[in-house]
């Protein structure tokens, strides 16, 4: 059974740091595309950052490039997104995602809510300005 648990959401200032786990149960980090997405209230699920383990490539939005990073750790099947220079628009549930293929080809398409099917609850990521 694929399960996707995110951990590491809180409060922090504006400026401030926050890295959010995805450990991944159910399958080999190394086979799949692993994407962070982020929803506001009252708007679309967006994709924020997507990784492939296997070809070590990551992928970003243009509004967190160069402040979010995103890795993986494949002996612990966990994927971290590290969030610095946070922003009050920051703010959003961050939900990791996986597909239910296997990755045959890296690309944007993973930053596209439609290229998962696994999804886990959600950790609530909150900037104070």
């Known amino acids: 059974e694929v399960q996707l648990v995110e951990s590491g959401g809180g409060l922090v200032q504006a400026g401030g740091s926050l890295t959010l786990s995805c450990a991944a149960s159910?399958?080999?980090?190394?086979?799949?595309?692993i994407g962070w997405f982020r929803q506001a209230p009252g708007k679309e699920r967006e994709g924020v950052s997507c990784?492939?383990?296997?070809?070590?490539?990551?992928i970003y939005t243009d509004s967190v490039k160069g402040r979010f990073t995103i890795s993986s750790d494949n002996a612990k099947n966990t994927v971290y997104l590290r969030m610095n220079s946070l922003k009050p628009e920051d703010t959003a549930v961050y939900y990791c995602?996986?597909?239910?293929?296997?990755?045959?080809?890296?690309?944007?398409?993973?930053?596209?809510?439609?290229?998962?099917?696994?999804w886990g609850q959600g950790t609530q990521v909150t900037v104070s300005s």
């Open positions: 159910g399958f080999n980090l190394d086979d799949y595309a």
């Open positions: 990784i492939s383990s296997r070809d070590n490539d990551t």
């Open positions: 995602a996986a597909p239910a293929d296997e990755l045959a080809g890296f690309s944007s398409w993973y930053l596209d809510r439609r290229a998962y099917d696994y």
